[in-house]
């Protein structure tokens, strides 16, 4: 079970964000904002991986561990957590409390 206040990340509404390629990076244009942010690997495979329910972040590192055949350890953990923060603070995704582990 999850610790209380533990905060879970998912994808925004559909239809907020605008996604093209461009020469190995991913553009998003954040309709809300107007704004359009360049991303590098691996910040749009960790947008992808997100659903619309709150997700904890151990859980999307098992996840992406599987998919992309990543070390599933506290060092991944710490890396995943501060690409969700940044990813929160551009407006990309949300965080939620979760109570689900």
């Known amino acids: 079970m999850a610790a209380a206040g533990a905060?879970?990340?998912?994808?925004c509404a559909e239809g907020g964000l605008v996604w093209r390629e461009l020469d190995g990076l991913v553009l998003v244009y954040h309709r809300p904002s107007g704004q359009t942010h360049m991303l590098a690997s691996p910040l749009p495979e960790i947008m992808a991986a997100l659903t619309d329910n709150p997700q904890l972040p151990s859980a999307l590192l098992a996840h992406l561990s599987e998919a992309y055949d990543l070390?599933?350890?506290d060092d991944g953990l710490a890396a995943l957590?501060?690409?969700?923060?940044e990813l929160?603070?551009?407006?990309?995704?949300?965080?939620?409390p979760c109570a689900t582990p």
């Open 81 to 85: 957590e501060l690409h969700l923060a």
């Open 71 to 73: 070390a599933d350890d």
């Open 7 to 11: 905060q879970g990340y998912a994808r």
């Open 88 to 96: 929160t603070a551009l407006g990309l995704i949300r965080s939620a």
